[in-house]
């Protein structure tokens, strides 16, 4: 009522221009209000979404930092063993003892983390590289630089190398690597370093979640380069070469950008613990599309408001001498609009803001990754029980503290395809948790590679066995595929995992012996390797003379003879060694025979097999190969030998050569003189050269006026008797018979 006095005060006075005024400038005001209101919301919004891309990206670092450092824990299996010291001042690494226990040690890092790709150990002095998954190579053979410029330059002992391509095994791959100079902390220089390439595809595809709004993740190094991205393609480009990422800087402010036409909030985080710069995409386009109606509600009330205020100004020209009241009553029906108009922009706003219980649902399903993690914590690194038991109860979960029985599943045959392994492997994990959880035990379940899941349940053996059966059946009625199961037997407390990790795994390398869809104890192999093993030295020899020689069915029947004296042995520790001898034997022939450099070597880790039947598969298509080189070697060689003969008996046939003159030019054993000329003509030496003399006194004896006497003279004989007897052997006349009928068939007729 107070508006509405003033107005009757200054009846007489008021004028149409001040109404005017008065509207224009409250028309004004809205439309400030309004978009200072949206400024306000779009800030707040983006805030809030930066906090929680930032608090994202803070996890992701954590997750990356923590693989990093557990696989350096894991590689002071490594380098703090003294017992490799040997291995890396020889100048022939292949002393099989400590080199099958390095092999081992390799496999155990290897098992040991997922994210590993391939592990090297690097020898200096005999200028080898030992590759867990193919054996010994020269080092040229797989050439990093990166690592030859770490290892040549002073520096740091351990270092992180950023991602750079690595080529392996004919695959491009890009990995960043864990370098350490062996031995660590010691006085001396270093003569050798291990080698951890870790593939940067593999932790993106764990950590980034993919999906129609997942984020574009990516990490800088110190210059600006791109070393993570989900598109390897960017790899290596600088940052500010993509349009999005130009003038994104840690500690700034969060910038909207659009890629490929989808705006994106862009966050840029620099790393706590390494010189990385984590940048971050962000899909918005909800977000933003709700922004950009909010902005357009906003711009069209304030202009409703101009429209009304025009309205009430020209209703206020017409009637400003007349009706105040309806005036009055005009604007404060307006006043009360705008109220409700701008009620319902908070309304709009603070639905936006509920979008935040969306992110953090997303959020939510990253924590199954930490409870993995923790999992693999436990299996491959001892801890105390109270430090188990606290990460336990931050993570919500119930486990035993004692009596656990630990399993390590391991599949055989099925896809050769890597994301096909994947999902066997995701499946087996399933079918083990549900066979399990129908058992009404406490278990957890956790895959650590492609073929290997780790079960550990507190529950009685018997009825542990009866549920492995069950995995292993189902396994393979519905994957297709045969599961092996090593079983640590000993129940162990929680903080002993590890322990029994390891003995489970070991039991697990036994399938090759007892065959697939089998459970091995570990009580069965105990004394495996206690017993010395005796490799059959004598047997290798033959073996290596008959393929040497070309007589391939001999040397197969060899062989056969030496796997079935390995079988009966049921030995894993035995067949390690066998392979071991038997591979260097294989080796050093491909060298004697110059075989092809683009035959691959024969592999020594016995992981590579899955069955004695590989095993003997392998080496009877080696020794089958080096066979028949060796036998088109030695028939080319003799070729030229028996030319080279035959050029001798031609030239001195008439000074009664003996073997011996011959086996001196030659150069060869009078043994394998006769083998030759046994195997072109039938004869030996004494037989050619009297034979080659036969047939050369077959044209003396066209001569009338050579006597027999002075033809075996001239060819060589020591006395005339012994030419005749050897010419009518030969003939079935003699000399005299035979000239006799050349005679009489040149003779004209009577």
Known sequence: MSVLSSFQRIRGRATPRIYTSILGIVAVLII???????????????????????????????????????????????YND?????????????????????????????????????????????????YQDYGVAPEDAFLDENFLQWYNSPGADITVADTHPFVHRGERKHVFSVFVRLPIGESVSPNGALIINIRQSDIFRDIIRHGEDSPLFYITDPNGSIIFSQDESLLYQKADELPHLQGILPGGEQQIREIDGVPCLVVARRSSARDWTYLMAYPIQKVYSTLTHLRFLIIGISLFLLLAGSFIIFQLIST?????????????????????????????????FSDRERMQEQWDAVVPLFKEKFYLSLIVQRSCRETILEQAQRLELSLPEDGLILSVLKMEGGQKNGGSEYLEGLSVTGIAESVMSGAGCSFFCVETSYKCVVLAAAVQMEALL?????????????????????????????????????????????????????????????????????????????????????KKESALSLLREMFEQLSEQRSYFATQQFILRLNASIIE???????????PAAPVNLQN?????EIWEYFCSAVCALAERAQKSSDSKMDGYFLKI????????????????LCASVNLSPTYVNQILRRYTGHSFVQYINDYRIDQSCELLRDPDLTIRQISEQLGFNSA??????FKDSRGLTPGEYRKQLTASFSPPT
């Not at 000993?490 to 489970?504: D, G, H, K, M, T």
């Not at 097999?609 to 039947?613: A, D, L, R």
């Open 32 to 78: 400030l209000s309004g978009f200072s209101y949206y400024r306000q919301s779009r800030s707040a919004l983006l805030s809030e979404c930066s906090s929680l891309i930032q608090e994202s990206m803070l996890q992701i670092n954590a997750s990356i930092d923590l693989t990093v450092d557990n696989i350096l824990d894991i590689s002071k299996q490594i």
């Open 82 to 130: 003294k017992n490799l010291y040997p291995l890396m001042e020889s100048d022939y690494p292949q002393q099989f003892d400590t080199y099958s226990y390095l092999m081992k040690k390799l496999d155990q890092i290897k098992n040991s983390s997922r994210y590993i790709d391939s592990l090297a150990f690097y020898m200096e002095k005999s200028g080898q590289m030992m």
């Open 320 to 352: 400003a001498f007349h009706r105040y009241d309806e005036v009055f009553s005009i604007i404060e029906n307006k006043a009360l609009s705008y109220q409700n108009a701008t009620g319902n922009i908070k309304r709009d706003v603070l639905q936006i």
């Open 466 to 550: 009866f549920n492995l059966n069950r995995i292993i059946e189902q396994v393979h009625s519905r994957l297709q595929v045969s599961l092996s199961v090593g079983v640590c037997d000993e129940p162990v407390p929680i903080e002993e995992l590890n322990r029994a990790y390891q003995l489970a795994l070991q039991a697990s390398r036994y399938r090759i012996i007892f065959g697939p869809d089998q459970i091995i104890l570990s009580k069965d192999i105990q004394n495996d390797a206690q017993e010395a093993y005796r490799y059959p030295a004598s047997q290798d020899e033959n073996l290596r003379t008959l393929i040497k020689a070309g």
């Open 589 to 599: 022939l491909m060298e004697e025979l110059s075989f092809s450099s683009s035959q």
């Open 609 to 613: 097999f899955e069955s004695q039947k």
């Open 646 to 661: 035959s050029s001798f008996v031609r030239e001195n046939y008439a000074g009664s050569p003996s073997i011996e003159q």
């Open 721 to 726: 008797k012994y030419y005749i007897k050897l």
